[in-house]
């Protein structure tokens, strides 16, 4: 493993901003949190303060609904046509595009990921989910219903946006979470508070800025940073909000079903994931042992989608774990910032100590070490790449998201799909799985069979703007991307006319 910890030099656009004196966005304008207060923003690959951002709460989030509620209701976004909402959307993807570099930098210094793939994945990928959510501001369409009532009748359905709409987004993609949340619904017409995590609120904040620019109206999108248990929850609870949608833990996940209870605000829930990758003994074995390397140490395996439960059949289980294993030892750990490294650190020092409690709790209940296991250094959050081989469902590192660079490698011997399904599916998460075979019955057999929400054949972690994204059990409520986001941000009103 090569490790090179420095810190390069961040370019003129993102220095600029991080010099600015940052605030909250609400109704149009940049204001301080109603308390004054503010955090501290780091990076976690020097432990180094880069930023501090206002610390709203319930008074300010009181305030950004009140905006967004008046934007929704008498603001000129409440008469905006289809048309220009879509050009507004599309506009927003240009725009990112332009400042593509600069965002990919603050990605990387405010996660910690590497710069490269923020640039092709975190950043690319926002971009493409604007363009491909501003189609949809045009299609949103009723129907004509042929009912069976006595008599003459014309009835018909509208698609009518939900309302003032509360996001919050989590911390391991920042800007596309963000993406994939503001895209859909201002294509349909909502308007939005928008509450990044505290960890990584940078790039939001900046987001604004071209939210501005774009020429969007006051009020449509308001930005308040703060804590989950202040701003969040304030938030998640406002008697105001139409809708809350939410990406981040399942724990966490409940909480904020419990706080939507009191208007019964629709909820749509993106969480978390112990996503299964089947290695089946006839697959292509360079590539199923580059993919389910990737699988869970792309972001650092800081991915709802990992693939941290790797299942190898036992004819070929000695070459996987041997693979995989040299797969992590060729990994460049180092500074995001730095374009030729390919794992960066933990997000935090919390997310650090619970990686590293799990890595113990591992060896505590028998896991194999096979390869890292380990801190790096003694400054950033840096863990190396980890492979745990001789696991088995009842270690804690089995059965719970561990959210880190580390796979839990179990073999298998049985050739009945229905059994090594079993395998895939015990587990309280369903929110991804790869099958890497050769056999095109076998792949599409066991995408059939494993209770998840999405299934992706020889690659993982897979993503598009135009596939629906979700899981099932609890991974979560309703589906990201895709046609199937727009049923969360619209209400359908049904017409009958008497003629």
Partial sequence: MNIAIRKPSLGSAAAAFLAKRHKLLIDGEWVDARSGKTFAVEDPATEEKIAEVPAGDKADIDLAVAAARRAFETGPWSRISPAERSRLVWRLGD???QHA?????????????PVTNARQGDVQ?????????????????GETIPVSSAGNWHAYTLREPVG????IIPWNFPLMMAAWKLAPALASGCTIVLKPAEQTPLSALRFGQLIQEAGFPAGVVNIVTGFGETAGAALAEHPDVDKVAFTGSTEVGKIIVRAAAGNLKRVSLELGGKSPAIVFPDADLDLAIAGTADA???????????????FAHKSIY????????EAAGKLKVGHGLDPSVNLGPLVSKEQHQRVTGFLQSGREEGAEVVTGGSIIGNQGYFVEPTVLAQTNRDMRVVREE?????VCVQSYDDDDLDAVARFANDTEYGLQASVWTRNLKVAHMMARKI????ICINTHNYGDPAWPFGGYKQSGWGREMGKEVMEHYTETKAVAARL
């Avoid at 000695?318 to 294993?325: E, K, L, M, W």
């Fill in 95 to 97: 725009l990112l595009e």
């Fill in 101 to 113: 570099d600069e965002f990919a930098e603050l990605e990387a210094l405010d996660n910690g990921k």
């Fill in 125 to 141: 990928g926002s971009i493409d989910m604007f363009r491909y959510m501003a189609g949809w501001a045009t299609r949103l369409n």
């Fill in 164 to 167: 003032v709409v509360g996001q």
């Fill in 296 to 310: 869970i140490f792309y972001n650092q395996g800081q991915c709802c989608t990992a693939g941290s439960r790797l």
């Fill in 318 to 325: 000695d070459r996987v774990v041997a693979g995989v294993s």
């Fill in 402 to 406: 561990i959210f880190g660079p580390v």
């Fill in 451 to 454: 209770r998840a929400g999405t």
